[in-house]
């Protein structure tokens, strides 16, 4: 069994007064995770969000309803929590009205299950993020030179466990993932009203990892104007399938104020909307360095979030075409990164970027010293 970066961080707060929310795409572990903190547990009492009659027992919560329902158990644990209407006050009643029960409610949309608990769970939650698994999960269940032999496998397939764990099976078990599940949660939010420009949208935005985009170019795209294709965009990252970056500018006039970056948080994912899973090397290089650029900073956001790693993530660029991939800034700290996959020729700071900001770091990230990147300081 693979073990989890926040596992043990989960453990720790079991019976510290604070209900446990763990949010994450769908089918990235998260049922696999509970199965494994609560292994061989007796006193505890498990409820789908995604059953009618669980979302039934719940619609009505009370303080006599709610103690009835989970009895003598020590603990409760609810997956797939924002499925159930009223899933914040039932946590909240729980919690104030029946002492010593430990709550852990699970979601694969932080955009539903936060917005259902923020009220109610204010002081009373502690929030987890859970990716897909992630370069160092992987080294800790295997080697380090295991997972490096594997780097352009998981360019092409990425990380999700059903993947990893099944090799021969990729591209149908991708294509099951992205029409069974991706979808799933983000199609039935109130504010997608037209789930084919959507799909339609994340094949742009497929095409243009690594690039800077443009609200209004995509929408022109995909039939959709430029509010609209930003509202989507937020839905999309609040259901963990894309994430964005803003550009960095603090000192000079030339610099990119307001663009963005988009990436996905698993390549598999990713590969699969477009219908390419050729070999990472065969690709032109137009797709690969982008693919390895995504795949360096994706787990960077998967370490910086389990190891709560607190900074503000950017790209950087000039209206004269200078950029640097990703950049960081930790309490006014930067640390500037390049991505190359190959580094016959090793790109060198823009000066611009140096002397603008004589205090920051750079390093140029390739296959070669990846791991000094994304696993632990």
Not at 44 to 62: A, E, F, T
Not at 243 to 260: D, V
Request: net charge neutral; aromatic share 10%.
């Amino acid at each position: 069994m693979i073990q989890r970066e926040i596992e043990q961080q989960i453990r720790s707060l079991f019976r510290r007064g604070k209900v446990i929310l763990i949010m994450g795409a769908r089918q990235v572990g998260k049922s696999t995770l509970l199965n494994q903190l609560f292994e061989g547990q007796k006193d505890i009492l498990w409820l789908n969000g995604d059953v009618d009659n669980v979302q039934d027992l719940l619609q009505s919560p009370s303080a006599p309803r709610l103690k009835a329902i989970v009895g003598d158990n020590q603990f409760l644990v609810i997956d797939e929590a924002q499925r159930i209407p009223n899933i914040g006050l039932c946590l909240k009643i729980i919690h104030d009205q029946i002492p010593n029960i430990q709550i852990i409610a699970t979601g694969s949309s932080s955009f539903e299950l936060a917005s259902k608990t923020q009220e109610s769970l204010t002081g009373r939650k502690h929030e987890f993020r859970m990716y897909p698994l992630s370069f160092g999960e992987m080294v800790r269940h295997t080697s380090l030179l295991d997972e490096l032999s594997m780097l352009e496998h998981r360019l092409v397939f990425g990380y999700y466990p059903e993947i990893v764990t099944h090799l021969g099976t990729e591209e149908r078990d991708l294509r099951e993932l992205v029409d069974s599940y991706l979808f799933k949660d983000v199609l039935q939010i109130e504010s997608i009203s037209k789930p084919d420009k959507i799909v339609r949208l994340l094949k742009a935005l497929a095409y243009q990892i690594g690039n800077q985009i443009s609200y209004n170019e995509i929408g022109q795209l995909v039939g959709l104007d430029s509010k609209t294709v930003e509202k989507y965009i937020d839905v999309l990252e609040q259901s963990y399938i894309v994430f964005r970056l803003s550009s960095y500018a603090r000192n000079l006039r030339n610099e990119l104020k307001q663009s963005k970056k988009i990436y996905f948080y698993d390549l598999g994912v990713r590969n699969a909307l477009i219908g390419n899973f050729a070999p990472a090397k065969s690709r032109i290089q137009g797709d690969l360095g982008p693919l390895w650029e995504n795949f360096a900073i994706a787990e960077r956001m998967k370490r910086n979030s389990y190891q709560e790693y607190f900074c503000q993530s950017y790209f950087w660029r000039t209206q004269q075409q200078q950029e640097i991939d990703y950049v960081e800034d930790k309490n006014g700290q930067l640390s500037a990164f390049e991505f190359k996959w190959n580094d016959n020729k090793t790109p060198k700071c823009p000066i611009t970027f140096s002397s603008s900001y004589p205090e920051s770091n750079f390093q140029v990230i390739s296959p070669k010293n990846i791991e000094t990147f994304i696993l632990d300081d």
